[in-house]
């Protein structure tokens, strides 16, 4: 729970320092950019401060490259 506030403390602080240059700018897709990806960092951050098994993106290749590599696997076998 700790963790979590202070997760929750670390990214008000980054929102107060970088806002208003990112507000100065006028570059909306900018702020929504940093928005979400705050938000995205943020969110794994208390996940994994509470012990959630967060999957890592390369699970996600593995898993889109291993058929290929099995089909290529056995083409060059036969």
């Known amino acids: 729970m700790l963790a979590s506030l202070g ?6 602080t980054i929102i107060f320092v970088e ?4 507000s100065k700018s006028g570059s909306k ?9 705050l938000t995205l960092g943020t969110v794994l951050g208390i ?3 509470f012990h959630v098994k967060v999957p890592s993106p390369l699970d996600m ?11 290529i696997s056995t083409i060059l076998k036969g």
């Open 7 to 12: 997760i929750l403390i670390i990214a008000a």
């Open 29 to 37: 897709q900018e702020a929504v950019a940093f928005g979400i990806l």
């Open 61 to 71: 290749v593995e898993a889109i490259y291993r058929p290929i590599t099995t089909f």
């Open 47 to 49: 996940a994994l401060a």
């Open 19 to 22: 806002y208003p240059a990112l």
